[in-house]
């Protein structure tokens, strides 16, 4: 019989290699995975076939929550339907939102509907938001930008900014974003991009989501009042509205010129601030101007409501 010499170099090799069979055995044998399913709490997993559609601000972390599923590491939002009648033409419609109900936060996003890949963008009161398509032969590319309006009360504001993604069957929910963003380092601001493949039922769409945020801090005004003027500029009427009460729509007398807005302001000086805006009739045809104003909220932001002024 011929001898066979095995040096230490080859033994060492059989070694590991009858080790590592064991191991894809046990593995395989028990169904067990090297890989994590379960992202930790504060970076949860995204399913590849999910799209980045917007951002949740919160002054809060979502894992405060009561509704933050820690498993899956997300808060899901509720579809809301809503009816609107369009004032110009009396039209009815409905229109469907998602909302993160018993959630401090403002949201920001467009949706896609996954039946005709039909989009629309929401946004919350307390956001100024403006919307962007650009269409081209290979990609189409959907630009979210807006400025967040936040209650500046203390010396800082911490926000937290969660990205809102859907799924392909139109779910919605946002992952925890993070630690909060404080304003104590400077100006506020979120970017982020995400590209995705959408799979129509006619088509194959390639999605470029940008999502541009600012956050501008200030202080609600306490009151406003609308002083009306005729065209010798005299004081025709005035009224005044606390914070929050200011109506919806707003009819000056027949013979008035322009308004002037003061707002009145609470300053950290002590003595109060007043500003003043003039508003005109812009629209001859529809006869509409519009009066942009700020009411407080309860968590941290405050809602930019508008007033049509329906001059006669």
């Given at each position: 019989m011929k001898n066979t010499v095995i040096s230490k170099h080859s033994l060492y090799t059989g070694i590991l290699f009858v080790c590592l069979l064991l191991l894809?055995?046990?593995?395989?044998?028990?169904?067990?995975?090297?890989?994590?399913?379960?992202?930790p709490v504060n970076r949860p997993e995204v399913s590849s076939t999910d799209y980045l559609i917007g951002i949740l601000a919160t002054q809060k972390s979502l894992v405060t929550y009561d509704s933050y599923e820690k498993e899956e590491?997300?808060?899901?939002?509720?579809?809301?339907?809503?009816?609107?009648?369009?004032a110009e033409t009396s039209e009815?419609?409905?229109?469907?939102?998602?909302?993160?109900?018993d959630?401090?936060?403002?949201?920001f996003y467009n949706y896609i509907s996954p039946e005709d890949e039909s989009t629309s963008t929401r946004a919350d009161e307390?956001?100024?938001?403006?919307?962007?398509?650009?269409?081209?032969?290979?990609?189409?590319?959907?630009?979210?930008?807006g400025v967040l309006y936040a209650t500046y009360k203390e010396n800082n504001v911490t926000l937290f900014f969660n990205p809102i993604y859907e799924t392909p069957e139109g779910d919605v929910y946002a992952t925890c974003g993070g630690d909060g963003v404080s304003?104590?380092?400077?100006?506020i601001s979120f970017d982020m991009t995400g590209f995705y493949k959408l799979e129509g039922k006619e088509r194959t769409t390639d999605y470029k989501m940008n999502i541009m945020l600012?956050?501008?801090?200030?202080?609600?005004?306490?009151?406003?009042?609308?002083?009306?003027?005729?065209?010798?500029?005299?004081?025709?009427?005035?009224?005044?509205?606390?914070?929050?009460?200011?109506?919806?729509?707003?009819?000056?007398?027949?013979?008035?010129?322009?308004i002037v807005v003061l707002s009145v302001?609470?300053?950290?000086?002590?003595?109060?601030?007043?500003?003043?805006?003039?508003?005109?009739?812009?629209?001859?045809?529809?006869?509409?101007?519009?009066?942009?104003?700020?009411?407080?909220?309860?968590?941290g932001f405050c809602s930019v409501k508008t007033t049509a002024v329906n001059w006669k």
């Open positions: 894809m055995f046990c593995f395989g044998f028990w169904g067990l995975s090297l890989v994590r399913k379960t992202a590491g997300r808060i899901d939002a509720v579809a809301v339907s809503t009816d609107y009648t369009f009815n419609t409905t229109y469907t939102s998602y909302e993160f109900e959630l401090e936060g403002a949201a307390s956001i100024r938001a403006s919307t962007v398509y650009n269409q081209s032969d290979d990609v189409t590319s959907i630009t979210l930008t304003s104590l380092l400077g100006p600012s956050v501008e801090l200030t202080t609600p005004p306490e009151s406003y009042t609308f002083l009306q003027f005729n065209s010798s500029d005299q004081l025709l009427t005035s009224a005044s509205f606390s914070n929050g009460e200011v109506p919806k729509e707003y009819a000056p007398m027949e013979d008035c010129a322009y302001t609470a300053s950290q000086e002590g003595s109060p601030r007043t500003d003043y805006r003039l508003i005109q009739l812009d629209d001859t045809t529809n006869k509409k101007s519009y009066i942009s104003t700020f009411s407080d909220s309860d968590y």
